[in-house]
DNA sequence: CAGCATCCTTCACGATACTG
DNA sequence: CAGTATCGTGAAGGATGCTG
């Protein structure tokens, strides 16, 4: 996306993943399908502004990345669900030390971080986002 | 860069990271950095490829981030010198997991985790580093 | 040496319209 | 509903030349 996609080599493993989450919706598409697994539609509703043909591009990208996971129903109307492959879990808790530093030195460093963070889910892991 | 920047506002931590880190060679940018404070042609020898416009481009906006600090000695030849800021040290750190999950998940998912890991540094924390 | 000034290319993203 | 097809745009990035 943002640089040249899969020339083969990298020069670091930074590099690489910045290549699978450079898209412009790419960290906001694994926070929602992270969330619960979504139809493309449902999808759409969730990141306001992004176009059917970018959000498609996106979602073909990281499926080829083994991002996610692409489950078609063949019904009618037809149906389709996205969700999570277990590496776009593990890649979205790599971004989760991403997220806290974003949220403390870009965003209002709130002092959201202790005290008031549930922990019966892995809030922990991936905090700094909305 | 791949985005509006400062747009005031952003959906999440990590988008406003993404926005930092953007650019091309950012992140390169930011690991010649980590190991040693560099001159401006020292660091584009570092990056092989990179223009001077866009390295300059890019160490402006990085300072403009408070990631880098910029140190200009007034003598002749002239000399400056590009260092990290601390808030630059901690995001360096906060991209430690998503350069281990790279070199894991994209490139050859060498075992190079376990073992053969010196810790005299802080490799630990910046592991999935050339 | 450390840059800024220009011009040019390219690619991601966007808008709109149309199918299975 | 879940996409493809086509056309258009802007900004990032690259190439080259010049200056304090």
Redesign the interface.
């Given at each position: 996306?943002?640089?040249a996609r899969r020339p083969g080599s990298?020069?670091?493993?930074?590099?690489?993943?910045?290549?699978?989450?450079?898209g412009?919706w790419k960290?906001?598409i694994l926070?929602a399908l992270h969330e619960k697994p979504c139809r493309f539609g449902e999808l759409r509703r969730e990141l306001p502004g992004v176009t059917e043909k970018v959000l498609a591009a996106h979602l073909r990208e990281l499926e080829a990345?083994?991002i996610v996971h692409r489950e078609a129903y063949d019904e009618v109307p037809p149906r389709v669900e996205y969700s999570l492959t277990e590496?776009g879990e593990?890649?979205n808790?790599?971004?989760?030390?991403?997220?806290?530093?974003?949220?403390?030195?870009?965003?209002g460093g709130v002092s959201a971080a202790a005290g008031q963070m549930r922990e019966d889910d892995d809030v922990a892991l991936i905090?700094?986002?909305?």
């Open positions: 996306m943002a640089r990298y020069v670091c493993g930074i590099d690489a993943a910045m290549d699978v989450i450079g412009k960290v906001l926070w990345d083994g590496r593990t890649l808790e790599a971004l989760g030390p991403l997220g806290d530093w974003g949220k403390e030195n870009m965003l905090a700094g986002r909305p």
